[in-house]
């Protein structure tokens, strides 16, 4: 038996809020991020993870996420003027606290923290009967070890399907019946068709900030074992399958030609930006890029593929 005793659960604590905005009368101010424009690149995701992965365990330990807010502050949130140098001058004003003295670090230390901060940390792999303990990178590629994928940064894109929109996702292209894996562990909360998405899920983080949407999901045979409402789902699990469906409002009546996975991620730092007009999505073009190396191998049994190596997050709740 695998005995989860062996490892210790550590929640990560976001840094609490300074004035962002407010919403409301004096007497009754909520203050909360109200937009997340998330363009940080893949190789800036990359680099700072190296550094706090290498001094992870130390006196030293520099997080990412404080190195990234740093750059984000530095920048105005535009990483196509991100050098590595510059990182190294991100490690020493986070190490010494100058990074704390610019304008809008803090809102980059809590935007990005809302889309990164159950990415990378402290998770737990199966070595026989015991858990072995590891920290790094925690979250998967969409698609599962081995199948192709073809892509491009469309988010924002026109679609005319229901009303003009722009697109709040990423489609990744691929073969039906490819094994989609969660990006992030969480629980499933939507689950079954949905006009525009098709066989949709959609599964909340367990620190409750972030929504991701995976659709257009295959016509028979949809989700991955053990997919139900109110599940818990480790990431790299094997959430569903590829399809086409969506863009109708019946049920298993699908408008799609192309078949791939759209994925979305919607951030949520007030319940008011759940549905409706205050919805926040992030560009994830380039964490999916970030994530290519992280692929979760998959093997057959039964009728469904389950991951071959699962891996235990450390941040579940008890
Ligand atoms: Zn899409």
């Known amino acids: ?22 919403d409301g009368g004096a007497e009754n101010e909520k203050k909360y991020i109200k937009w997340v424009d998330f363009d940080v690149s893949s190789s800036a995701l990359a680099d700072s993870a190296d550094i706090d992965i290498k001094t992870y365990g130390g006196d030293e330990h520099v997080g990412w996420i404080e190195l990234l807010a740093y750059l984000g502050a530095k920048y105005g949130g535009d990483f196509s003027r991100y050098k590595k140098s510059d990182i190294d001058a991100a490690v ?30 402290e998770y737990c792999v199966s070595d026989g009967d015991t ?5 790094g990178i925690k979250a998967f590629f969409p698609f599962a070890k081995g199948y192709y994928y073809s892509e491009f940064d ?14 709040l996702g990423h489609d990744m292209m691929g073969s039906v019946g490819t094994p989609i894996v969660a990006v992030e562990s969480g629980y499933v909360e939507a689950l079954g068709w949905n006009q525009y998405g098709g066989w949709r899920v959609g599964i909340r983080s367990f620190d409750g900030k972030r929504y991701y ?8 045979h949809p989700y991955g074992a053990g997919i139900v409402e109110g599940a818990t789902v480790q990431a790299g699990q094997v959430i569903g399958y590829l399809g086409m469906t969506g863009y109708s409002t019946k049920e298993g009546v699908s408008n799609i030609t192309t078949p791939h996975l759209h994925i979305g991620m919607q951030l949520i730092f007030d319940k008011s930006q759940k549905d409706g007009v205050n919805q926040i999505w992030i ?3 380039q964490i999916v890029k970030f994530l290519s190396s992280r692929r979760s191998a998959v093997e057959k049994r039964d009728g469904d593929y389950y991951a071959t190596s699962p891996i235990i997050d450390m941040d579940i709740p008890d």
């Open 283 to 285: 560009d994830m073009y």
């Open 154 to 167: 469309d988010f924002g894109t026109q679609r005319t399907y229901g009303y003009r929109r722009p697109h």
């Open 92 to 121: 020493i004003a986070v190490r010494d606290g100058t990074a704390n003295e610019m304008k809008y670090y803090s809102y980059y230390l809590q935007a990005y923290g809302a889309v990164l901060s159950g990415m990378l940390g």
């Open 213 to 220: 949407y995976y659709a257009h999901l295959r016509a028979s």
């Open 131 to 135: 858990l072995v303990k590891k920290y």
């Open 1 to 22: 038996m695998i005995k989860k005793i062996f490892c210790i659960i550590i929640v990560f604590l976001l840094i609490p809020a300074n004035v962002f905005a407010t």
